[in-house]
């Protein structure tokens, strides 16, 4: 339905910032939410945080809520994660998705952008 790419991952040091961003391409209205999630190395896949398309509403963890920030930019068919004050359990491959309604396991995935801390 659509394609998610990711970019903006690299290497920042503890209490640094990055900002990742996710374009899509496709068939975007389809899309219900967008989400950012993360695989730590050695690690399960974990949900980070979601911004609904058409509403602009966010969720997040306990982990992400006051460090990161999810947005959207909808005439450049983007979304993006501030992350800031990163620690070294923050270090992980970080994901785009998409739900379509079904729940992000039917729906697409990006190949994940590399991030990582140093302490």
């Known amino acids: 339905q659509v394609d998610l790419v990711e970019s903006g991952g690299g290497l920042v040091q503890a209490g640094g910032s990055l900002r990742l961003s996710c374009a899509v391409s496709?068939?975007?209205?389809?899309?219900?939410?967008l989400a950012w999630f993360r695989q730590p190395p050695g690690k399960e896949r974990e949900f980070v945080s979601a911004?609904?398309?058409?509403?602009?509403?966010?969720y997040y963890t306990d982990s992400s809520r006051g460090r990161f920030t999810i947005s959207r930019d909808n005439a450049k068919n983007t979304i993006y994660l501030q992350m800031s004050n990163l620690k070294p359990e923050d270090t992980a491959v970080y994901y785009c998705?998409?739900?379509?309604?079904?729940?992000?396991?039917?729906?697409?995935w990006g190949h994940g952008t590399q991030v990582t801390v140093s302490s």
């Open positions: 998705a998409s739900d379509y309604g079904l729940g992000y396991n039917t729906g697409s």
């Open positions: 911004i609904n398309w058409a509403r602009g509403s966010t």
């Open positions: 496709g068939r975007t209205s389809s899309i219900l939410t």
